[in-house]
């Protein structure tokens, strides 16, 4: 009885290891299919306000803020709709180049990646559904934004414009 008990923390062990060697080599993707199965990942996110100020005015959205890695990963997976007033941040702690993907995600977005002063760098409008694709900042950013998809044409938003949000050292108006 004691060697199978052993025997059986030894498999477990190793698959602990195995699991942990598995997450260091391979990070995002672990964190991805941690976020898919795990429960936090569901829970409500602390939602701030957030402005875009383009050519057509100054237009106010209250983000979802995606502040740990399990919530980043977990993203807009999963949802049905987005309104035109809402969307999600996904903030960084020092400029990086980002790659985001679509998997689970129902609805097109416009995903809006943001340097560190709150400009706008790029913008990858209508991203396609449940599409692995890996989209890229091209560049490193401090922050993704993700709308409804269309809506960063329709508010005039375009690289160069600027976020206003404490992010990025410039608070919104309330």
Same mark, same amino acid.
């Given at each position: 009885?004691?060697?199978?008990?052993?025997?059986?923390?030894?498999?477990?062990?190793?698959?602990?290891?195995?699991?942990?060697?598995?997450?260091?080599?391979?990070?995002?993707?672990?964190?991805?299919?941690?976020?898919?199965?795990?429960?936090?990942?569901?829970?409500?996110?602390?939602?701030?306000?957030?402005?875009?100020?383009?050519?057509?005015?100054?237009?106010?959205?209250?983000?979802?803020?995606? *502040?740990?890695?399990?919530?980043?990963?977990? +993203?807009?997976?999963? $949802?049905? &709709? #987005?309104?035109? /007033?809402?969307?999600?941040?996904?903030?960084?702690?020092?400029?990086?180049?980002?790659?985001?993907?679509?998997?689970?995600?129902?609805?097109?977005?416009?995903?809006?990646?943001?340097?560190?002063?709150?400009?706008?760098?790029?913008?990858?409008?209508?991203?396609?559904?449940?599409?692995?694709?890996?989209?890229?900042?091209?560049?490193?950013?401090?922050?993704?934004?993700?709308?409804?998809?269309?809506? *960063?044409?329709?508010?005039?938003?375009?690289? +160069?414009?600027?976020? $206003?949000? &404490? #992010?990025?050292? /410039?608070?919104?108006?309330?």
């Amino acid at each position: 009885m004691k060697d199978v008990r052993y025997s059986r923390r030894a498999a477990v062990g190793a698959a602990l290891l195995h699991f942990s060697a598995a997450i260091s080599g391979n990070g995002a993707l672990a964190s991805r299919a941690l976020a898919e199965t795990s429960p936090a990942a569901t829970k409500p996110l602390r939602e701030e306000r957030l402005e875009l100020v383009t050519s057509t005015g100054v237009h106010a959205l209250d983000v979802e803020v995606a *502040a740990t890695q399990e919530q980043q990963a977990f +993203g807009l997976m999963y $949802r049905t &709709s #987005l309104s035109d /007033t809402k969307g999600m941040l996904f903030p960084h702690k020092k400029p990086i180049e980002l790659t985001m993907w679509m998997r689970n995600t129902y609805i097109p977005l416009d995903m809006v990646f943001i340097l560190a002063d709150g400009t706008v760098h790029r913008i990858e409008a209508r991203t396609e559904p449940l599409s692995e694709r890996i989209i890229a900042s091209e560049g490193p950013v401090s922050a993704v934004l993700e709308i409804a998809g269309g809506n *960063a044409e329709r508010l005039g938003l375009k690289p +160069g414009d600027k976020v $206003r949000h &404490s #992010l990025f050292g /410039t608070a919104a108006s309330n």
